[in-house]
């Protein structure tokens, strides 16, 4: 076999196994890309349901504070009320005390008349013995055994004053007796009736004290439940930090595709310096619009968003009506890249020269590959949903999120795009 023929064999082996390697690598790319999205929709489908759940737990929590608010505002409202019963019932005690002190002293004044009447009893009865045994004679001949009328006189008077001493004598006891009696019933009666208001204002305070028990009871459940969901709440906070951190990991690697997409861009005057010709209306910049309908609409604009370095198109309507719709070259140029970003889902890059470049984004399919050339008003791509869109996509609604993110660049770096379109 001769040199060239071998050759020729080598060549067309190097073909063969350079068209089943174009088959087989973008299998395997489409297979890493898979992964990596299905981790991003994870996190961020993960991350969506934690914020529900935050919601909603935030909503109970703030709905038993109000619930716990109106506990509380009845506690502190009952709390005044046994402090007035307190107050009437201490009034009532004092009343009690004082009724007491006086029933007190009436006692020990019956006790020093019982004293005095047991004396006077004891006088009298001796006297009366004494005059019993003695007869009336003695009182004649006290008073006829005196020497003159004088002296008779005198003793009369006597007589008759010891007689009216103790008439008076036993009339002040028996006053002395029923005043005292009819003042300790009057005070027994007064101290119960104070006994009765006092307890049934502790009857009342008993109540209010009981009512108080069970909304304590009950704002004590709220603060358990409170205090349950708040647990929640805070592992809901940690699922969307974990989330965060993943998805901040994440969009960390989508910046290093775009400084490495851009540290390959070259330099220029920053303008179209062929804007090539279609039949579409053309920016003083020499661009078109990408997307060519009557209905298109600005979903987010340049910085709509933190970090939004573009402009997000879609039709009025709902997202069916943008998905699948032609993405066009907004100028001549040439395809810098053309891949699936986990992110930026199918994304194009095209360069128009002079250091200008153009992005099409979440494509639901590319039109043109890496190095073609591509001319104004050329269908590139398809608008789709792919990588990282809001809302995601569901078997229900497979179309949702669908939309353009359009960027342009300009000596590798991203500038508002509205100037530079029609």
Known sequence: MNKPMILRICSVLLCTVLCMTSYILPAAAWSSKDEIQ?????????????????????????AMQADIDIVNQKISDLNVQIAEKNTLIAQYQAEENALQAE?????????????????????????????YVAGETSTLELLLGAGDFETFLTRLELVRRIAENDTALVSDLQAD????????????????????????????RDAIAASRAEEQQARNVQESKQTAIEQKLSRENKIQADSEKQIAAL????????????????????SIVNGGSSNYPVSS??????????????????YGYANHQGIDFTTAGATGNTYGKEIRAVADGVVYSSEYHYSWGNNVYINHGNGVYTRYAHCSKLLVGKGQTVKQGQVIAYVGNTGNVYPRPTASNPHAGA??????????????PAPWLP
């Open 285 to 302: 910049k020499g661009m078109i619009h990408p997307l060519q309908y009557p209905n298109v609409v600005i979903s987010a604009g340049w």
């Open 177 to 204: 007796i029923d005043e005292l009696k009819a003042t300790t019933e009057k005070l027994n009666r007064d101290k119960a009736a104070v006994e009765e208001k006092r307890a049934a204002v502790k009857s009342e």
């Open 403 to 416: 939309h353009l993110h359009f960027e342009v660049w300009v000596n590798g770096k991203r500038v508002n």
């Open 38 to 62: 299905d981790k991003i929709d994870e996190q961020e489908s993960r991350k969506a349901q934690s914020e529900q759940n935050e919601s909603e737990f935030q909503k109970e929590i703030e």
């Open 103 to 131: 029933i007190d002293a009436a006692d020990a004044r019956q006790k020093e008349l019982d004293t005095e009447i047991s004396a006077t009893y004891d006088l009298l009865s001796e006297r009366l013995y004494a005059t």
């Open 251 to 270: 969009n960390a690697a989508m910046e290093e595709y775009d400084r490495q997409q851009a540290a390959g861009m070259e330099n220029g005057g920053g």
